[in-house]
């Protein structure tokens, strides 16, 4: 018997009589407010004006590693979801991939998969029956027949989703000519930006490292080989990226360790990294350099920088080496921020032109550093909660943990961080909703009235993603 | 004045009128379901036919540390409880230890301690008065003449209680005819099987490592100080545990460090194993390198492989030299899962026939590392909240911070790990509650439906059990 | 347009009509008991007769760290705050620091410093307007005026409160005449008794370490070269400082790390740091055989002696330099409470003498470390959140994870651990709240019944902080 799908108006409100009217008026303040996504992984090609989508499961599925990471820790094979790896045999259909999405939906329950996903069958898609066995088909061929049309192409999309700004995250050396087109044929109506993410010529250990590098020389005309001319190139595709309309940078690293180093140390681990043969302190040692040396041209251009730092990458080398990254195996790893940042810190902390925000994987540092530190510095703000801890209860954890300490006004609200570009406002939704159910508790407990309630709600869902970001830095703002 | 000691039916439900409706609603559905107990510390000789619980504070108080230690916490010896130690005097009588408790009962208000006790003083044992000084003698008496009777024997409370399955933890060495003489006298009735725990065969600062390695080369006639053989001892006795109907091994070590080390390595720490001079560095790595060893005989004999990590045995040097082991004074530790278990997934994370539940004492990694894990690897489950955490708020955290990132599938259900027979009924009606009052919220602010919700009821209380601990492969299931 | 400043009377309390009903009547029975303030900083010249609070700013934003630190993350220099440091200059008046606060206001909405300052506002100046740039000069004027009153003199506000003990935190070189005149003062009305907080003398790395070691030569007449006679300047200076009403030392260290070294070593060490050539590894050792000492030294004259631990103190270097030290810059750090006790407990740990009450910055020990080890030991209780979890949310996360395995009676109640004097009330009565708020749970959830939950709150609020520190044990209690 399949079953209706609808989005209950009122869900992840508190389900209090009063609290729900509060979080109710709290929400219809803000529900409706443009989209602002200054960090996502929306390949800056779709939005070609002639790119569509492919079939449901190359669209839902195969994309996204929440959805495939869930049915493999039951025991579905990548191969049997529709994803090919070196060595493969036997990949399903996408149909085939789709029906066993379908068939495992269960195992979604409780998580924001499943919140995201309904989203954006019932609200972008139009399906009207929830996925299932028995639904599997009807909904793999009526999706895979309304994302054909020029409609619901990814420029299209944006639109309809009230997108206002939406950055790509692009590595240092990548082409950009696409964002200034975009610039010039989506002038009034979208911003869509790079930023500026230079891990692969940054951290020695990246697999690209080698290659970067020699592209970063060639794009630059700078020696690499010199630690100063390094630092230049970098200077210069920074200056690339803001003139592509970047407002900010990003950075993933394992940890937040950062160093100060001497010059001539710096040119000795930059000849251990380009001859192949840094060691893994070295390379560690680069890294934390390097997260400076971005923060110090930061404060010169005015980029804002992102530090994502926890994720063990590829923990499964099998899965790796058959799949490639990000397939689902990264893993948290307990973090220091205090002392990671601390050498950065001392030297710019209080730089005013400086703007840092934090997103971590170890929620225990919520209370015991990141609040302190982002309630203290005012060069640092916390992020969203991040990947695993995007979630309705994951942000209901950030803002008990670190409101009491940072407040508000040290949170650089939200981005939905994804490559799902369907999920988007599924996303937004969510959150804006946990900003509801969080305020409703401070209202109807009378730590807050309903005027500042209100005021907070649009900060978070809006006014302090656009001033962390520096989103209002132009004339399009 | 004495009070009456009553069970509100709506016990551990949310006090909001929907939020209780919807539980007592999913609590109806799952509460009468018979118990499944694959993990525990009942004694197998108290299912001999004849065995009967001596009086009220043996019953109740001296086996149970929880109790014990929050005593001593305020003040009160070891002696002063009926427990005997090394140069131990002035040892209260039963009556004498059983009235300290009862004065003292207000120490346990808002622990699980509490819960369990007056669930089986009263659902049990038919206590109609609360607990207290003025009652303690009358209780005492009643108590004791109960349990004196045929119908209070272990044997017939588990049917009483609706046990179906029933493992008891066992040495690698333990004799195991009671269990088959078991298996015959309770055949479809109740299954009471073993657990294979061979920590004191493969750690070797185990205090009974010489000792259970003498036994084990007798009883298997393999030459110990050999490693291959050594192994091949360890596979002997898993497979007798396997013909007295184990499903399941356990282990419990301070770390969930692996190793994956050559044999020649191997060989080198066996022999100073054996030789009662292993370094700590020595015996650390043995252990490591063991629970790699046992998760490939799981993967082979298809045992379910428990790991329990995290507690600093024996903390007070004092308490354990006098009183021994397991008296209240384990404490908790910081653990590194993803680390540790690195080296053995990385061979081992996928294999088909191989299920790890893992079970911690540092909540800090549920949403850091074992969500993330469990969510990923067809290999790993996570177990119920354990211990300290063995407790509605405990039971909370663990569905807030694990369910949004693996779901409600890669939980193991409830295992009640507990040594009070009479307690188990408790444990798993505090588990179900705790269910019953998650899933009343995910209704309740319409992130689930009804009939979703209780599906997963049912699967949390009765069939992850099952699957996980691998309860069905046989006949009787 | 300004808005009136109201409390409501049922702030922080559930906002579920049942819950808000069980909360109301708990807290009736204790809003109004006595005020108990073992463990603060307000400095001991405060209570002179004659003394006088200055204007608004000096009284309300400069000697608050939280709100400094607040203003310094979104921008605002600390000299814009009427704040003077080494090389500052425009330093602002007080009125228009004053300003500055009351303009940004709305940054402290969601953090207990805003709970508090409206309740000193509202219910002890007797302000009426919400703080907010447009009210900001009338309320400074206000403030002004009130408190150059007598009936405002810290002295009178003592009274007003309801304080019955309030201790100071004094250096262990510190003069001890102002207590022992105030004692005859104030006698049968409140008790200012001071704390023995010896850290200048007992870590070499404090900056008033030589200064005050020489002090402390003087005051004792003893050779503090010598490691005996060392150990007994600090005994007869605790002496003193039960002869002018302490019942507590106070410690605070970045690690709870103890050591149980030879004499010799101990030795070793004192001249190490004597020579001010101590190196890091000898400072850290010095300060762990202390708190050994110290605890030594409890166990013998009773003193309850409280470790403060995990602040990573002055983490930012310019800030320390140029405005000295608690501006704001501390940042907690990770700690091991179990490894780091467990020498002193090995000796200690069940002496029936020695209270240790040990507040933490981190609370991932909390379930994993504190509440088991307070749990068993008879030695420890565990305090009130402190500092950054000084909050209804920390105080909810406390109760919600030490409790279960603690019961209530192994924590010492609260203490407002403040130097802003006329938040006293305010920080008891936000604790106080939460104790209903979370009692009203219990109640709710039908795990305790109210007669047990008034006597629990009654313990919260006052019973167990007399009790653990030893408020009784004198003639006045």
């Known amino acids: 018997m399949t079953q209706p799908l609808t989005l209950h108006p009122d869900r992840l409100l508190p389900d209090t009589p009063s609290r729900r009217a509060i979080a109710r008026e709290l929400l219809d303040g803000i529900e409706a407010l443009p989209i602002y996504s200054p960090h996502g992984h929306v390949p800056v090609e779709w939005f070609d004006a002639d790119f569509r989508f492919g079939n449901a499961a190359d669209l839902l599925l195969t994309p996204d590693h929440y959805l495939l990471r869930m049915l493999a820790s039951q025991g579905h094979r990548y191969e049997d979801l529709g994803v090919s790896g070196a060595g493969s045999a036997g990949i399903a259909a996408p149909r085939e991939a789709f029906r066993t999405l379908a068939a495992n939906y269960h195992l979604y329950l409780g998580t924001p998969s499943r919140t995201w996903l309904d989203h954006a069958l019932s609200s972008v898609l139009s399906v009207e029956q929830r996925l299932s066995a028995e639904t599997a088909d009807a909904i793999f061929d009526q999706v895979t027949e309304t994302v054909a049309t020029p409609e619901f192409a990814p420029r299209a999309l944006l639109g309809r989703f009230g997108v206002r700004v939406l950055s790509t995250t692009d590595s240092a050396v990548d082409d950009l000519s696409r964002h200034h087109r975009l610039a010039k044929e989506l002038a009034g109506q979208c911003r869509v930006i790079p930023t500026f993410r230079p891990d692969s010529v940054t951290n020695p250990e990246h697999p690209d490292f080698a ?267």
Request: some cysteine.
């Open 211 to 477: 290659r970067d590098i020699a592209r970063l020389g060639e794009q630059t005309g700078q020696n690499l080989s010199d630690w100063a001319s390094y630092l230049e190139a970098l200077r210069q595709r920074r200056a690339a990226f803001i003139a592509a309309g970047a407002t900010a940078t990003d950075h993933g690293f394992d940890t937040p360790h950062t160093l100060t180093l001497p010059m001539a140390d710096c040119q000795t681990l930059l000849d251990a990294a380009l001859s192949g043969r840094a060691t893994k302190d070295q390379a560690a040692q680069f890294r934390a350099q390097m997260l400076t040396e971005m923060a110090r041209m930061s404060a010169d251009d005015g980029l804002v920088m992102q530090i994502h730092a926890g994720s063990w990458r590829n923990y499964a080398p099998d899965i790796q080496s058959r799949f490639g990254q990000d397939m689902g195996y990264d893993i948290p790893r307990p973090l220091n921020w205090a002392a990671g940042l601390k050498p950065m810190l001392d030297e710019l902390g209080f730089h005013p032109n400086l703007r840092i925000i934090l997103y971590t994987l170890d929620e225990s540092g919520y209370g015991r550093e990141l609040a302190p530190l982002a309630g203290a510095f005012p060069t640092l703000r916390l992020g969203a909660p991040w990947w695993f801890f995007d979630s309705p209860a994951g942000m209901a954890r950030q803002f008990d943990q670190v409101v009491e300490t940072a407040g508000f006004h040290n949170l650089a609200g939200f981005v939905d961080d994804t490559r799902a570009l369907l999920s988007i406002p599924a996303r937004h939704d969510v959150y804006r909703r946990s900003v509801a159910a969080f305020l409703s508790q401070q209202v109807g407990e009378h730590q807050m009235g309903m005027q500042d309630a209100h005021a907070v709600a649009r900060a978070l869902a809006v006014e302090l993603v656009q001033d962390s970001y520096r989103l209002n830095n132009t004339n399009e703002g």
